[in-house]
T-cell receptor
Framework: GAVVSQHPSRVICKSGTSVKIECRSL??????MFWYRQFPKQSLMLMAT?????????EQGVEKDKFLINHASLTLSTLTVTSAHPEDSSFYIC???????????FGDGTRLSIL | DAKTTQPTSMDCAEGRAANLPCNHS???????VYWYRQIHSQGPQYIIH???NNETNEMASLIITEDRKSSTLILPHATLRDTAVYYC?????????????FGRGTQLTVWP
């Protein structure tokens, strides 16, 4: 149980393109979803927290207009990297958490490469 | 900011127990200790978590000291597939909605 699916697993696109990444909880309802970014040889950095039906809460230094998060249902959250540039190239990972005492479960990540 | 301190790297022979320490001296009363691991180029995998009692599941055991200032993750019979970066994280599941702030973790290498 507690499976989180992330799609796509890899994206390569031109500078200026907007890219959407989907995160789905397959076998549980996720009251809260999280988005992380990880640069090579570094740890995961929390970008934002989202609850279904409400606006995401962004960590300090993360541009909310650059990284649009939508949490439309209890099983789906999307991250859109708008007008992506090479410096946005990174490994983006989502996680989802059910209610109560449930821990976060992570997707397998999306490797984004902006040319 | 990460509130834990872990060794940068550890080695373990296959079949032996791997004991990964973690210091969290500033942990507060409502914060849990979580352990995750990340195999290269994959998302982190949940291992175990606890508040103050020792915990065991099919993957590992978590030993938390009585003062809760440190803990140890035990993989009883390490295999080559346990080679990964192991993260110890303290988090409050209440007001912060369970946000996890990752430190650098411990790179565990299991040798044949």
């Amino acid at each position: 149980g507690a499976v989180v699916s992330q799609h796509p697993s890899r994206v390569i696109c031109k500078s200026g393109t907007s890219v959407k990444i989907e995160c789905r909880s397959l076998d549980f309802q996720a009251t809260t979803m999280f988005w992380y970014r990880q640069f090579p040889k570094q740890s995961l950095m929390l970008m934002a927290t989202s609850n279904e039906g409400s606006k995401a809460t962004y960590e300090q230094g993360v541009e909310k207009d650059k990284f649009l998060i939508n949490h439309a249902s209890l099983t789906l959250s999307t991250l859109t990297v708008t007008s992506a540039h090479p410096e946005d190239s990174s490994f983006y990972i989502c996680s989802a958490r059910g209610g109560g005492s449930q821990p976060q479960h992570f997707g397998d990540g999306t490797r984004l490469s902006i040319l | 900011d990460a509130k834990t301190t872990q060794p940068t790297s550890m080695d373990c022979a296959e079949g032996r127990a791997a004991n990964l320490p973690c210091n969290h001296s500033t942990i507060s009363g409502n914060e849990y200790v979580y352990w995750y691991r990340q195999i290269h180029s994959q998302g982190p995998q949940y291992i175990i978590h606890g508040l103050k009692n020792n915990e065991t599941n099919e993957m590992a055991s978590l030993i938390i000291t009585e003062d809760r200032k440190s803990s140890t993750l035990i993989l009883p019979h390490a295999t080559l597939r346990d080679t990964a970066v192991y993260y110890c994280i303290v988090a409050d599941r209440g007001s912060t909605l369970g946000r996890l702030y990752f430190g650098r973790g411990t790179q565990l290498t299991v040798w044949p």
